[in-house]
């Protein structure tokens, strides 16, 4: 795993970009203490990242738990039926 300060992350972007690519990680200091990390993302990865640290989304799925956990839910065929109507 290498290590990067924010000078070297400016001048250097795209040789580490490069490695982070092919799987190796970066952590990127700021001032001498870790600030950040740099890890691969593929295509196939990228909805879950998206999910995983979307504010609105992760907003919508507690409400959702909310609904659940009070009762507040109706079956799909419930759902159709009414979204039919």
Avoid: C, W
């Avoid at 001032?31 to 990865?45: F, I, M, Y």
């Amino acid at each position: 795993m290498r290590v990067a300060n924010t000078v070297d992350l400016k001048n250097k972007t795209n040789e580490l970009l490069r490695e982070v690519m092919q799987g190796k990680p970066l952590i990127i200091t700021y001032r001498g203490k870790p600030a950040a990390s740099l890890l691969p993302l593929t295509e196939e990865d990228l909805e879950d990242f998206i999910i995983e640290h979307s504010p609105t989304i992760r907003r919508k799925i507690a409400a959702a738990e909310k609904d659940l956990k009070a009762g507040k839910v109706i079956s799909l065929v419930e759902y159709l039926s009414a979204s039919e109507k």
